[in-house]
């Protein structure tokens, strides 16, 4: 792919190393709480960027318990994406495991896209309980003055741009209904950095993912004011460091960080799915507006982080 291009495998998610480790020790398998089985029976759920990485994740642990997931990305079929992962595989093992789901090809950042597989996601699933908008990407590795329009306008099209238009589409049946949940995945890359001296990946391209971020965050508590008192839970989840995926490694900063292999994870993608959970389970009387940081938020409510198909604690 040209660097005049807009690349969507330059995806960070990263925080603090050792308060993530200690964080995740906090709530592996020790905690007391978990998540009642079937908590999700009947629910239909939609997430974006499902083909791989976190949002697979979410949708198989999600599926396992009892939701119906339609899954969108814009890798359909094995073997035809950026990189590895596909539509098509995590529907089957959500299947293999006893679940339902659809697999629904689109491209977040294309309006088009997004409108039709609203469509399609409605005409399969009758309406959305919960919406996750995971799909995301960054310009790692390009400096503020080798943007290209192209990217930069691409970025908010699918960082800030999308997650809107999903949620205007779907949040006024929920306002109806009476009931509905909307998670907004994040980034620590949407805080400010303190410098000089900064940070390698804040001197080297980060700063128009965290400004998508950031703008995402405000979204996420602009609209939980205006759906206030309607049932619909509005809140946004980043990982507490970093986590290991396809898109982490393919953007560079697995290296840039210093992260050598998956061995050097300071996050599952399970503590993610486990508090994406929580978070759409959650009393919107109780809970929204707010954006979590995943084993941060585990401890503070004492949950226990299970496997993706939620028969056992993980590890």
Same mark, same amino acid.
């Given at each position: &792919?040209?660097?005049?291009?807009?690349?969507?495998?330059? *995806?960070?998610?990263?925080?603090?190393?050792?308060? $993530?480790?200690?964080?995740?020790?906090?709530?592996?398998?020790?905690?007391?709480?978990?998540?009642?089985?079937?908590?999700? @029976?009947?629910?239909?759920?939609?997430?974006?960027?499902?083909?791989?990485?976190?949002? %697979?994740? /979410?949708?198989?642990?999600?599926?396992?318990?009892?939701?119906?997931?339609?899954?969108?990305?814009?890798?359909?079929?094995?073997?035809?994406?950026?990189?590895?992962?596909?539509?098509?595989?995590? #529907?089957?093992?959500?299947?293999?495991?006893?679940?339902?789901?659809?697999?629904? +090809?689109?491209?977040?950042?294309?309006?088009?896209?997004?409108?039709?597989?609203?469509?399609?996601?409605?005409?399969?699933?009758?309406?959305?309980?919960?919406?996750?908008?995971?799909?995301?990407?960054?310009? /790692?590795?390009?400096?503020?003055?080798?943007?290209?329009?192209?990217?930069?306008?691409?970025?908010?099209?699918?960082?800030?741009?999308?997650?809107?238009?999903? &949620?205007?589409?779907?949040?006024?049946? &929920?306002?109806?209904?009476?009931?509905?949940? /909307?998670?907004?995945?994040?980034?620590?890359?949407?805080?400010?950095?303190?410098?000089?001296?900064? @940070?390698?990946?804040?001197?080297?391209?980060?700063?128009?993912? =965290? *400004?998508?971020?950031?703008?995402?965050?405000?979204?996420?508590?602009?609209? $939980? $004011?205006?759906?206030?008192?309607?049932?619909?839970?509005?809140? =946004?989840?980043?990982?507490?460091?970093?986590?290991?995926?396809?898109?982490? #490694?393919?953007?560079?900063?697995?290296?840039?960080?210093?992260?050598?292999?998956?061995?050097?994870?300071?996050?599952?993608?399970?503590?993610?799915?486990?508090?994406?959970?929580?978070?759409?389970? #959650?009393?919107? +009387?109780?809970?929204?507006?707010?954006?979590?940081?995943?084993?941060?938020?585990?401890? %503070?409510? @004492?949950?226990?982080? &299970?496997?993706?198909?939620?028969?056992?604690?993980?590890?």
């Amino acid at each position: &792919m040209s660097d005049t291009t807009f690349d969507r495998r330059r *995806v960070l998610k990263t925080g603090g190393v050792l308060a $993530a480790a200690a964080a995740l020790d906090s709530v592996l398998p020790g905690a007391s709480s978990a998540a009642a089985a079937g908590a999700l @029976n009947g629910k239909m759920v939609m997430v974006t960027g499902a083909s791989r990485g976190i949002g %697979e994740g /979410i949708a198989r642990r999600f599926a396992a318990e009892g939701a119906t997931v339609a899954c969108l990305a814009r890798t359909l079929d094995p073997g035809t994406g950026e990189n590895t992962g596909s539509l098509k595989e995590v #529907v089957a093992a959500i299947e293999k495991g006893g679940g339902k789901a659809y697999a629904i +090809k689109c491209d977040v950042a294309n309006p088009e896209s997004r409108k039709a597989a609203v469509e399609d996601v409605l005409a399969k699933l009758g309406r959305v309980d919960i919406l996750v908008n995971n799909a995301a990407a960054g310009t /790692i590795g390009t400096h503020f003055d080798a943007l290209t329009p192209q990217q930069y306008y691409g970025l908010w099209e699918l960082n800030v741009h999308g997650p809107f238009d999903f &949620m205007q589409r779907l949040a006024p049946a &929920m306002r109806t209904r009476g009931s509905g949940w /909307i998670l907004n995945i994040s980034s620590s890359g949407a805080e400010l950095s303190k410098g000089p001296p900064f @940070n390698p990946l804040e001197r080297n391209g980060l700063m128009l993912y =965290g *400004v998508t971020k950031a703008a995402l965050n405000r979204m996420t508590v602009g609209m $939980a $004011a205006e759906l206030q008192d309607t049932g619909v839970a509005v809140n =946004g989840l980043a990982p507490t460091s970093a986590v290991w995926t396809p898109g982490f #490694v393919s953007s560079g900063v697995a290296k840039m960080s210093g992260r050598s292999g998956p061995g050097d994870q300071d996050e599952p993608v399970e503590s993610m799915a486990e508090a994406a959970l929580a978070l759409c389970t #959650v009393d919107a +009387k109780e809970m929204s507006g707010r954006t979590h940081y995943s084993l941060k938020y585990l401890k %503070e409510i @004492n949950r226990t982080v &299970m496997t993706l198909d939620g028969r056992r604690s993980f590890r």
